[in-house]
C-alpha cells in the first residue's frame, strides 16, 4: 500500500496523547458498607448514606463547573483544586483529569511525570481511560520509560474489552508498523470494528481508506457517509476531510458547496490550518463566488498562524498573490483582523460539539510517522487541500 501524494502520510497518525473525558459529576464512590454487618430483624436492608459519594460529588461539580464557566468564572486554578480534592478521595475520573491538567499544565505546573503517575493512580482506580492514557505514554516515552511492546499489550488488553479508542490505537501501529512490520489487513481489521463501535475516529479513518489512499479499493461515496457519521460526533479532521471530499466530487458526495464552506468554517474555529488554507484557496480562486483577494488573504494567513512551517509551505505562492493584489494598508488591517479572531480562537480542539454535554478535553498532539521510530508533529490531516 502506497500514498497517492504526500500529504497522505498525514493519515498515519500515532496520536500522542488520547483524549481525556471529564465529568462535571465527577464518579461515585463505592459504599462505605461493612460486609460482615448482616441485616438483622427489624432492620433495613437499604444500603447506608455514604458521606463521602456526596463530598466527591461536590467536588467533582465544583471542579467541572470552574473549568467551564458553568455559574462562576472559569478559573483553571479553583478547576484543578477541586479535582485534585476528589482525586485524592479516591475518585478515579478526578484523577484521571488531574492527569490532563497536569499534561498540559492548566491550573497547576505542565509536568509529564506527574501526568503519568495520576494516569496510572486513575487506571488502579478502574478507569479505562487513564489506562489508554498511560498506553499512549509509555508508546511515546511521556513522563516514563518508552516501551513499544507494553503498550501495544495495554492496547491489546483494552480492545479486548471493547474499548474503540484502543482498537483505533492497533489499526494505526499495524499500519505504521510500530513494534512489528507493517500490516495493512490487520490495521483495516482494526478500524472496522473500531468504525463499527461508531468511533469517530476509526470512522475517519476508514473514511480515509476509502478516498485517499493509493492501492486501496476507492468509494467516495462510502468516504463521505463515514465522513459524516464522524464529522457529525464533533471530530474535526472528518469536518475538514468531508468538506474537501464534497468540494472535489459533490456528485458522489451528496453535499453542496455550502454545506462545504460550513464544514470548512467549523474545522478552522477548532484550529484546523488545512480547513482555513481551504477557505482561502476558495476565494482566491472565487469557485462559486467572487472572487475574493481580501478573504483569501485572510484565511491563508490565519493558516500560517495555525499551522507553522508546513502551512508557510503550502500557502506561500498563494499568499504572494495576494500580496501583489493588495495594497499594503489592506494587508496591514487583515494581518490586525487576524490577530483578534486568532485570540478568539486560540487553540486547536480534536472535538467540537453543538450540543452542551458533560465536557470533552481533547488532550491529543498528533503525529505523522516519516518513517519506523520517528515522528515529527504535523496537523492531522484527510484529503490535503488544493494549493
Not at 473549568?67 to 475520573?93: E, N
Not at 499489550?153 to 494505526?172: C, S, W
Not at 464522524?230 to 471530530?235: E, L, N, V
Not at 481533547?362 to 515529527?376: F, N, R, S, W
Request: net charge neutral; with cysteine.
Amino acid at each position: 500500500m502506497r500514498f497517492r501524494n504526500p500529504q497522505s502520510l498525514f493519515f498515519f497518525v500515532v496520536l500522542l496523547l488520547v483524549m481525556t473525558a471529564g465529568s462535571l459529576h465527577g464518579q461515585l464512590m463505592g459504599s462505605s458498607i461493612d460486609p460482615f454487618d448482616f441485616p438483622k430483624p427489624g432492620r433495613s436492608s437499604a444500603p447506608a448514606f455514604d458521606p463521602m459519594s456526596s463530598v466527591v460529588r461536590k467536588e467533582t461539580g465544583l471542579g467541572g463547573a470552574y473549568l467551564t464557566g458553568k455559574g462562576v468564572p472559569r478559573d483553571p486554578v479553583q478547576s484543578a483544586y477541586w479535582y485534585k480534592q476528589a482525586a485524592d478521595h479516591g475518585d478515579a475520573q478526578a484523577q484521571n483529569q488531574m492527569g490532563y491538567f497536569c499534561l498540559w499544565g492548566i491550573g497547576v505546573p505542565l509536568d509529564e511525570a506527574e501526568a503519568f503517575k495520576w494516569f496510572t493512580r486513575a487506571a488502579g482506580s478502574g478507569s479505562q481511560q487513564a489506562k489508554l492514557n498511560m498506553a499512549v505514554m509509555i508508546l511515546n516515552g511521556q513522563g516514563t520509560r518508552r516501551d513499544v511492546h507494553f503498550a501495544l499489550d495495554l492496547f491489546t488488553q483494552l480492545a479486548q474489552k471493547g474499548n474503540t479508542r484502543a482498537e483505533g490505537y492497533l489499526g494505526i501501529l499495524s499500519m505504521s508498523g510500530v513494534g512489528a512490520p507493517p500490516d495493512p489487513a490487520t490495521a483495516e481489521q482494526w478500524f472496522s470494528k473500531a468504525a463499527k463501535g461508531k468511533n469517530p475516529e476509526a470512522e475517519y479513518m476508514m473514511g480515509t481508506l476509502y478516498c485517499d489512499i493509493a492501492g486501496h479499493q476507492h468509494d467516495c461515496a462510502r468516504a463521505a457517509k463515514l465522513f459524516r457519521a464522524a464529522a457529525r460526533a464533533g471530530y474535526v479532521p472528518a469536518m475538514y476531510a468531508l468538506g474537501a471530499l464534497i468540494e472535489r466530487h459533490p456528485d458522489v458526495s451528496a453535499g453542496s458547496y455550502l454545506e462545504a464552506v460550513a464544514l470548512f468554517n467549523r474545522a478552522a474555529e477548532a484550529g484546523s490550518w488545512e480547513a482555513s488554507a481551504a477557505l482561502g484557496f476558495l476565494a482566491r480562486d472565487g469557485k462559486e463566488q467572487p472572487q475574493d483577494w481580501i478573504e483569501a488573504f485572510r484565511w491563508l494567513t490565519i493558516a500560517t498562524r495555525q499551522g507553522g512551517a508546513p502551512a508557510e509551505d503550502h500557502t506561500r505562492l498563494s499568499i504572494t498573490l495576494c500580496r501583489q493584489a493588495l495594497a499594503p494598508e489592506q494587508q496591514k488591517r487583515i494581518l490586525e483582523a487576524d490577530e483578534d479572531w486568532l485570540t478568539q480562537h486560540p487553540h486547536a480542539d480534536l472535538y467540537i460539539f453543538s450540543k452542551p454535554r458533560p465536557p470533552q478535553f481533547p488532550a491529543d498532539k498528533i503525529y505523522a510517522l516519516k518513517e519506523p521510530g520517528t515522528a515529527v508533529q504535523q496537523p492531522i490531516s484527510g484529503v490535503p487541500p488544493t494549493p
